[in-house]
């Protein structure tokens, strides 16, 4: 399985950038695709999630600024980032696993966490300046 992103780039405050993330070599129905970002010295943060039942998760820090989508044809994720602001440089990576994005703990859910990911991609990154 592999993953490659793209569409990183550097960009003024304000500005929107579109990532991309093909990912060959899975065949499976089931899966989750999740964006996720690592600025330096902090650690990896959730950014979005899409699984396979068509259910979709941004995190707060992003909400109304962060849209994931993907093109099962193209075999293709995609991250709309909109009104980007400087602490949202960070290295963008996306994530397959097999299993859903939810995950069942005792009587609630939650949604799959970094850890809990199998295959990631190499990263693009995302510089936002004032």
């Known amino acids: 399985v592999h993953l490659v992103e793209s569409g990183g780039g550097s960009v003024q405050s304000g500005g929107s950038l579109r990532l991309s993330c093909v990912v060959s070599?899975?065949?499976?129905?089931?899966?989750?695709l999740g964006w996720f970002r690592q600025a330096p010295g902090q650690p990896r943060e959730r950014v979005a999630d899409?699984?396979?039942?068509?259910?979709?998760s941004v995190a707060e820090s992003v909400k109304d600024r962060a849209t994931i989508s993907q093109d099962s044809a193209k075999n293709t994720l995609y991250l709309q980032m909109n009104s980007l602001k400087p602490e949202d440089t960070a290295v963008y990576f996306c994530?397959?696993?097999?299993?859903?994005?939810?995950?069942?703990?005792?009587?609630?859910?939650?949604?799959?966490?970094?850890?809990?990911?199998?295959?990631w991609g190499q990263g693009t990154q995302v510089t936002v300046s004032n």
């Open positions: 070599g899975y065949t499976y129905s089931t899966y989750c």
């Open positions: 899409i699984g396979d039942d068509g259910s979709t």
């Open positions: 994530a397959l696993d097999g299993g859903g994005c939810w995950i069942q703990v005792g009587p609630s859910r939650r949604r799959r966490g970094s850890h809990e990911y199998n295959w």
